[in-house]
């Protein structure tokens, strides 16, 4: 059973910057992939960004450019660096990891961007 925690979510005003974390209860290494989703209110969950475990990344086309994620192997992290966030970046945001073919999501994090 993998968890995953994330943290670093919080109120921001518009144009500032969060780094969210995901903390993995096993090794990471060998998770064919890692991804962030979001949740905004009345709106289905969506991808934000992958990246596998040879290191592919994807992003949806709304954050290119402003979000950047990565995973640390050795900590068993997954990150995403948001900048120049906007208030349509609003949402609940979940880590996700594909194991062995089996989905585990963490319990999510609130971002809030408002002035």
């Known amino acids: 059973q993998v968890q995953l925690v994330e943290s670093g979510g919080g109120l921001v005003q518009p144009g500032g910057s969060l780094r969210l974390s995901c903390a993995a209860s096993g090794s990471i290494a060998n998770f064919y992939k890692m991804a962030w989703y979001r949740q905004a209110p009345g709106k289905q969950r969506e991808l934000v960004a992958s990246i596998t475990i040879g290191g592919s990344l994807n992003y949806a086309d709304s954050v290119k450019g402003r979000f950047t994620t990565s995973r640390d192997n050795a900590k068993n992290m997954l990150y995403l660096q948001m900048n120049r966030l906007k208030p349509e970046d609003t949402a609940v945001y979940y880590c996700?990891?594909?194991?062995?073919?089996?989905?585990?999501w963490g319990q999510g994090t609130q971002v809030t961007v408002s002035s």
């Open positions: 996700y990891a594909d194991v062995l073919a089996v989905d585990y």
